[in-house]
Each structure stands twice: as C-alpha cells, then as structure tokens.
C-alpha cells in the first residue's frame, strides 16, 4: 500500500505579488526550488496563514535570488501580498519507507523570502 506523506515544505515565505492576469501557479524564486528539492512544474498545496486558505497550483521558476513569490490567476484571489504562506510538496511512498522518511523543510527569511 502507498500512502501520500509530506516530502518537502518551504515554511513561512511572504507573499510578493499576486497577478490575476497570469494563467495560473505560483512563482518561487529558484534558490528556494532548489533547497527544498521541489520542481518546476510540481504540484503543491498552499496554505495560507493570514486567512487560513488551503489550495493547490503548480510551481513555475522565479528569477534566481529575488526572494520572489507570487501567486498567479485564480490563486491571486486567494492572497494579498505580504501574506506569509507555506508550500508544501507530497509524495507516495510505502508505508514502511514513510515511516523512516524524513522531509526536507525550508525555513527562509520572512522579510527576504531568502536563505540565511
């Protein structure tokens, strides 16, 4: 049997912009792609602190080192900027490696959106 586990989480990232006009994702800066092992073009959920939505969208590059995170299309509705947010990543393992797995958390600034 599989089960769905937290694989990776960016924790408590503030929210830059949010572009209704934009198809639709939400743009993290690739430094922090890469540090929580996460891709482009994953799927994720996002849980917002300041009002307590929870929603899923798809990640797509940000530029390198800007601290970038916006929420695109109809996820926009769902934020304001300076919102402080988490991205969380799944995936399937058994239940035997999930009990052992441990996930990669993230813990940017707030106020940079960067890595210390």
Known sequence: ???????SKIHRVTVTQ???????SIAIDEDLIEASGMVEGEKVQI??????????????KGERGSGTITLNGP????????????VVAYGYMDLEEAKTFKPTLV???????KLD
């Open 18 to 24: 949010a572009d209704l006009n934009y198809i639709g």
């Open 107 to 113: 813990f940017p600034n707030t106020k940079t959106n």
């Open 1 to 7: 049997m599989l089960i769905q586990v937290v694989r």
């Open 75 to 86: 996820a926009a509705r769902r934020v304001a900027v300076g919102d402080i947010i988490i």
């Open 47 to 60: 849980l917002n602190i300041n009002n307590g939505e929870r929603f899923e969208t798809y990640i797509i």
